[in-house]
């Protein structure tokens, strides 16, 4: 069955970058684009950019641009958002998802990292 | 502020019917598909609508989905307490070819 398991809750320091994990399992890895969503408390969800794992073609939320890079290792079915420079406003759960808007319905989501940006 | 606007709030009663409503342009809805999540508190969404109004496997046909134009509504029939959540639309945008727009989501409260 789909799997799809991010890294852990994460503290970061304003000025640091930070780096979620999101493991897949259960599908071919390269076939299927990664998402990356994320929802700040009490907000609502804001879309970040994708990935396509057989290319390693990306596109970025223009709010975004410059300051994340979505990567993603093939070998090990793992897709990665890092975003630098972050400010206290950066404090979310980052979600990532497997072709939430896609043809099939058969999307899949991670089940959140907390990043907490504080001093 | 979000590209899709949707109600803040919106609530029913058990076994009532209630409808969401999604507003975008002619970049987004009025061109692409729309999809509809429900998200309960604490926990990733969850597709409840793709394509304008196709349900996945697993979601009751109490769920329905709904376009004309660039609005969009996600209508729930037969409303029970398990249905409090947030609904969001989300749709592509052809603006900036290649990215994704949510709506600010709805909070549904059954009464």
């Known amino acids: 069955q789909v799997q799809v398991v991010q890294s852990g809750a994460e503290v970061k320091r304003p000025g640091a970058s930070l780096k979620v994990s999101c493991k897949t399992s259960?599908?071919?890895?390269?076939?299927?684009?990664i998402h990356w969503v994320r929802q700040a408390p009490g907000q609502g969800l804001e879309w970040m950019g994708w990935?396509?794992?057989?290319?390693?073609?990306?596109h970025y939320a223009p709010k975004f641009q410059g300051r994340v890079t979505m990567t993603s290792d093939t070998s090990i079915s793992t897709a990665y958002m890092e975003l630098s420079r972050v400010k206290s406003d950066d404090t979310a759960v980052y979600y990532c998802?497997?072709?939430?808007?896609?043809?099939?319905?058969?999307?899949?989501w991670g089940q959140g990292t907390l990043v907490t940006v504080s001093s | 502020q979000s590209v899709l606007t949707q109600p803040p709030s919106t609530s029913g009663t058990p076994g009532q019917r209630v409808t969401i409503s999604c507003s975008g342009s002619s970049s987004n809805i009025g061109i692409n598909y729309v999809y509809w999540y429900q998200q309960l508190p604490g926990t990733a969404p969850k597709l409840l609508i793709y394509r304008n109004n196709k349900r996945p496997s697993g979601v009751p046909d109490r769920f329905s989905g709904s376009k004309s134009g660039a609005s969009a509504s996600l209508a729930i029939s037969g409303l029970r307490s398990e249905d409090e959540a947030d609904y969001y639309c989300a749709a592509w945008d052809d603006s900036l070819s290649g990215h994704v727009v949510f709506g600010g989501g709805t909070k549904l409260t059954v009464l």
């Open positions: 259960g599908y071919t890895f390269t076939g299927y684009y």
């Open positions: 990935i396509n794992p057989d290319s390693g073609d990306t």
């Open positions: 998802a497997r072709d939430p808007l896609g043809a099939t319905g058969a999307e899949y």
